[in-house]
Structure formats: C-alpha cells, structure tokens
C-alpha cells in the first residue's frame, strides 16, 4: 500500500479527469528551476502535489527526480507546494528544497495565494492526498492522475503515445463515485460524532447508522469513533459505549483507543483505565505486542505509572527471549518501550 498524507481537498461539480484540458499554471513563486508559463506543444509534463510536512512525499521526490533525469528533454516536472502550514511558508519551502538539494532535482512552485492550483487541479481531481501527481500529454490533455510512486509506465506509455486515455477516463470515474461517497460518509459521520459529544446519544446513533449503510465495513470505525465523541460530553456515556462494543473489538483496538483517549485535552484517567486494562485482557501476547506499547502509553499520558510499567514489561518480554526475540526489524519498538519504561519507573519511584 503507498502511503499517502491527508489534507483538505473537497470535491467540485465538474471534475478533473483523463481526457480533460489541464487547467492553466498558476504559482506565487517559483523556488527552483525554471519559470514555466504554459504547456508548450510537444513537451510532456508532470504536475506533482506535495508539502514540505508530508512523509510520504519526502519518500516519492527521490523517485520523482530520478524520473525527470531519465526523461530530460521529454519531460518537465513541476512540484507544487500546497497545503502547507506556518507564517513565513515561502521561507520554509525554500529550506525545504535546500535541505534536499539533489534529491529534487526539478522544477519547484508554490501554489498562488488565491491556492488556484488547489482549487482547480486537486479539488476539481477529487483528491485528498499528497503526493498526487497528473501527467498531461504533448496536446495539453490530462492523460492519467494517480500517485507519484505508480506513474512511471503511465509516464513513459505519454512520452511514446500509447497511453489509453479514454480508459483511464473511466477508471478515474469510478474513483469519483468512490470519493462523493466518502465525503457523504464522512459529512454523516462527523454530524453523528458532533451530537455524540453533544450527548445527543439517539441522533448520533441514526447519524452513525446512516453511514454505516452507505458503507457496511464502517461498524469497526463507527464504534471507535463512538466512544471517543462520547467521551468528549461524559464519562458515564463514554463507559456505556465501551460497554456495548467492547465484546467486538479485539485487544489490539482497545490499546489503541485507550492510547486516543489518553490523548484529549483533558483525558479522564478512569475511562482510560478501563479500557486498557480489558485491552490487556485480549492481547496476544505473542503477535501483538505493539498493543502493549499503546497500552503503556496510554497508561502513562494519565499518569498510572504501575499499570504503564507493567504494560511495557509484557511487551518487553517478548524481544528478551520471547516470540520476537531475533526479530530485527521491531529493534525500535523494544527500544521505544525500554524507554518508556525507565520513565515511568521513575516517575513511579518519586510519587
């Protein structure tokens, strides 16, 4: 699965799809390379989305650059700061770049302060992720929308004129459909949740019943999200749905709740409690021991330091001649819970 990192994109009534004119450059500036007005005839482009904030599209701009070196004099590459989040976002672009030097070797814009290049390619697009890159062919046409890391076919099939626009169109259809779904479903859910922290109790669980017809594999999501909207009006009607659900939900869902709610502003320890330690009570021991990390964690965001030692021991148990002792590639996680422990255990020790 490629990772992808989420922002504010909405949906538009007419969409940016395979086969549609690519809408006209408009940048604030250009902060590396070169200045590019239009889509000259011949040449073709990649207009690529990203933000100086998102992982995943620190991990694609590599891979992007070494697509733009193999493709020079075919292809231009246009990266496209957006979403980006601070007060001086020029400046931070601009170190952004700096820091990786060659690893972006392309042309580098930041979108206009009207966020044109938002509006009229990510949102008309229907995309909600970064990184997100469009190819548009030598006719200025949109020949295919997808993540980065996937593009180097579609890119080269392009440059050689043997890309299947018109069936790339209809796949990208059926990516819309799904998209006007999920904004409905998440316009139902964020309502229920809404009301559930309201207290509403019986209008949050229409709202929630609701989404969960429109997708039927929401019931794992719905019950989380039920409990910690509750949470947000009581403890009393956070417990009673915990109390409902908790028999469908496994140990490793339960540490994470617990660790999410051991996360809100002001977290009640008691709920916390109750919810990790029947978490705990799931776990298995032997091929889920990140949950006793989460459980820990969430243990010590509220201050219960016997119960956090105790979590991070278990899980440590496994990597000290446990289960996962010759697992490498979870070094950091032992690591991780060692750590907190020795917190924990000290913060045990001085109260």
């Given at each position: 699965?490629?990772a992808?990192?989420?922002?504010?994109?909405?949906t538009?009534?007419?969409?940016?799809?395979?086969?549609?004119?690519?809408p006209p450059?408009?940048?604030?500036?250009?902060?590396?390379?070169?200045?590019i007005?239009s889509?000259?005839?011949g040449?073709v482009?990649?207009v690529?989305?990203?933000?100086?904030?998102?992982?995943?599209?620190?991990t694609s701009?590599?891979?992007i650059?070494?697509l733009?070196?193999?493709?020079k004099?075919?292809?231009?590459v246009?990266?496209?700061?957006i979403?980006?989040?601070?007060?001086?976002?020029?400046?931070?672009?601009?170190?952004?770049?700096?820091?990786f030097?060659?690893?972006?070797?392309?042309?580098?814009?930041?979108?206009s302060?009207?966020?044109?290049?938002?509006?009229?390619?990510?949102?008309?697009g229907?995309?909600?992720?970064?990184p997100s890159?469009?190819?548009?062919?030598g006719e200025?046409?949109?020949?295919w929308?997808?993540?980065?890391?996937q593009?180097?076919?579609?890119?080269?099939?392009t440059i050689?004129?043997t890309i299947?626009?018109?069936?790339?169109?209809?796949?990208?259809?059926?990516?819309?459909?799904?998209?006007?779904?999920?904004?409905?479903?998440?316009?139902?859910?964020?309502?229920?949740?809404?009301?559930?922290?309201?207290g509403?109790?019986?209008?949050?669980d229409?709202?929630?019943?609701?989404?969960?017809k429109?997708?039927?594999?929401?019931?794992?999501s719905?019950r989380l999200n039920?409990?910690?909207?509750?949470?947000q009006?009581?403890?009393?009607?956070?417990?009673?749905?915990?109390?409902?659900?908790?028999?469908s939900?496994t140990g490793?869902?339960?540490?994470?709740?617990?660790?999410?709610?051991?996360?809100?502003?002001?977290?009640?320890?008691?709920?916390v409690?109750?919810?990790?330690?029947?978490?705990?009570?799931?776990?298995?021991?032997k091929?889920?021991?990140l949950?006793?990390?989460?459980?820990g964690?969430?243990?010590?965001?509220?201050?219960?330091?016997?119960k956090?030692?105790?979590a991070?021991?278990?899980?440590?148990?496994?990597?000290?001649?446990?289960?996962m002792?010759?697992?490498?590639?979870?070094?950091?996680l032992?690591?991780a819970?060692?750590?907190?422990?020795d917190?924990a255990?000290?913060?045990?020790?001085g109260?």
């Open positions: 699965m490629l992808v990192a989420f922002g504010q994109a909405t538009t009534a007419t969409p940016l799809k395979p086969g549609a004119d690519a450059l408009k940048v604030s500036e250009w902060v590396k390379g070169k200045e007005k889509f000259e005839p040449m482009y990649v690529e989305f990203w933000a100086t904030w998102c992982g995943p599209c620190k701009i590599p891979h650059t070494e733009a070196k193999k493709h004099g075919k292809v231009e246009i990266g496209v700061s979403w980006e989040r601070g007060d001086d976002i020029p400046t931070m672009v601009k170190d952004f770049v700096k820091e030097g060659d690893k972006m070797d392309y042309n580098v814009a930041i979108d302060a009207d966020t044109h290049m938002t509006k009229a390619w990510m949102e008309a229907y995309r909600n992720g970064i890159a469009f190819i548009v062919n200025g046409k949109v020949a929308i997808g993540h980065p890391m593009m180097d076919k579609p890119l080269e099939d050689n004129g299947d626009i018109e069936a790339n169109a209809k796949a990208y259809d059926k990516y819309i459909e799904g998209r006007k779904l999920e904004v409905e479903i998440n316009a139902k859910m964020g309502a229920a949740n809404k009301a559930m922290a309201a509403n109790e019986a209008e949050a229409a709202l929630y019943a609701e989404a969960q429109l997708n039927p594999n929401l019931a794992g719905i039920r409990i910690v909207s509750a949470s009006h009581s403890t009393e009607l956070a417990t009673k749905a915990f109390s409902s659900a908790k028999d939900m490793p869902d339960m540490a994470l709740l617990a660790f999410n709610l051991s996360r809100q502003q002001s977290p009640k320890a008691d709920l409690a109750v919810v990790a330690d029947a978490g705990l009570g799931k776990v298995d021991a091929t889920e021991v949950a006793y990390y989460y459980t964690m969430a243990y010590t965001n509220v201050a219960k330091w016997d956090s030692v105790e991070f021991e278990k899980g440590i148990a496994n990597f000290d001649g446990g289960p002792a010759t697992d490498e590639r979870n070094k950091g032992r690591e819970m060692v750590k907190a422990r917190a255990a000290a913060k045990k020790a109260n």
